[in-house]
């Protein structure tokens, strides 16, 4: 495998169903990101890991829980989701540290999970 | 106030043709960084390019050509003889130098058809 990738593709839940978005990067980088991409609007991040450790959490509602285990790998719980949740759920990666606002970086993205809430 | 804005909602055009897809970012910072991603209907985004605020020099890859302007705040994507290949949704980003979470400022992106 190479690059960003993430299980599963499509997903269709239930509002009561968890599930959980997988993300693996094999690039060697050291920060992960998670966004969602809803048609028309621009692109919105949702969690920042950098060295495992959560620096960024956009106002996100708690039914979405992100888990970081190592630097290659990285979670999106998801319990009780409501319908305006559909959307395209983005994993990126990049060779930063971004707590230190070297944002130069270019993330490079997975292929995303098309994620129905029904 | 939106970051990065990108007027073009669609664009169509025929194989051959150039076209110009637009970027407007706004920011205060004097170090910034300047993306563009490419996304096919496979749903991937796809890294093109980047430029930080001190390089305004132009660049051109292949039939990809770029123009920073920081005078009017845009960096514009100019595909030369478009191919059907080339039909996708673009994105222009912005990072600022001074953020702390690495967030990436997305344009809503600019739907590109090009018709054989």
């Known amino acids: 495998e190479t690059g960003v990738t993430q299980t599963p593709r499509h997903l269709v839940m239930g509002m009561t169903n968890k599930k959980s978005l997988k993300c693996e990067q094999h690039?060697?980088?050291?920060?992960m990101y998670w966004y969602k991409q809803s048609a028309k609007k621009p692109l919105e991040l949702m969690f920042v890991y950098s060295l495992e450790e959560r620096v960024e959490n956009n106002s996100v509602p708690s039914r979405f829980s992100p888990e970081c285990p190592n630097s290659s790998h990285l979670f999106l719980h998801l319990h009780t989701l409501q319908p305006e949740d559909s959307a395209l759920y983005l994993c990126a990666s990049s060779q930063d540290a971004p707590h230190t606002g070297q944002g130069y970086h270019e993330q490079y993205f997975g292929p995303g999970t098309r994620l129905t809430v029904t | 106030a939106q970051k990065v804005t990108q007027a073009q909602t669609e664009i169509s055009v025929v194989e051959k043709e150039d076209v110009t897809l637009d970027c407007v970012y706004e920011t205060r910072d004097t170090t910034y960084y300047l993306f563009w991603y490419k996304q096919p209907p496979s749903g991937e985004l796809v890294f093109l390019i980047r430029r930080n605020s001190f390089d305004e020099q132009n660049e051109i890859s292949g039939r990809y050509s770029w123009n920073f302007q920081k005078s009017t705040s845009s960096f514009n994507f100019t595909i030369t003889a478009s191919q059907v290949v080339d039909s996708a949704v673009y994105f222009c980003a912005l990072s600022e130098g001074t953020n702390t979470g690495n967030q990436f400022y997305f344009g809503t992106g600019t739907s590109l058809t090009v018709i054989p």
């Open positions: 690039l060697g980088h050291n920060a």
